[in-house]
């Protein structure tokens, strides 16, 4: 189950370091935490970096990969909660919006100009019996019948 929530994402990585130092009596590695947590070891980095600048863990690299330990658990209550959506999620949002306006006023077109079709061809039909009409009620003055 992936979380897109900073606040739900820090507190996990945070209990992971917790549980973990607790059973081994060491530091944990990011890789140990995100097998834990099943998260892609690019995703645990990219968190724990930001955890780190916000002051709530310490990263220690050294020979044996990059250990965590919690710095200031209480800093974890600055996230803020929810999803946080960001800039290129909103501008996609304003483009779908855009395009699928521009694709109902097409829409809208087309279905004038099909009316529009009808219309003139209903009115050159209507013509057309009403021309039909007066000529067979008219006299024709050539014409041999009397």
């Known amino acids: 189950m992936e979380t897109k929530d900073q ?5 996990l990585i945070v209990s992971a370091v917790r549980v973990l130092d607790h059973q081994q009596s060491a530091p944990p590695s990011i890789e140990e ?21 916000m002051g709530i863990i310490e990263m220690v690299e050294g020979a044996f990969g990059t250990r965590l330990s ?42 004038k100009a099909k009316q529009d079709e ?10 057309k019996r009403l021309k039909g009409g007066i000529d067979q009620k008219r006299p024709n003055p050539l014409s041999s019948e009397e």
């Open 33 to 53: 935490v995100c097998r834990t947590l099943q998260y892609t070891l690019e995703q645990g980095y990219m968190i724990c970096r930001k955890l780190k600048e």
């Open 70 to 111: 919690i710095k200031d658990h209480a800093a974890l209550e600055q996230i803020p909660r929810g999803i946080q959506e960001s800039h290129l999620d909103k501008e996609l949002k304003a483009f779908q919006t855009t395009r699928k306006d521009r694709s109902k006023e097409m829409e809208i077109e087309s279905f």
């Open 118 to 127: 009808k219309k003139r061809t209903l009115f050159a039909e209507i013509e």
């Open 7 to 11: 606040y739900s994402q820090a507190h």
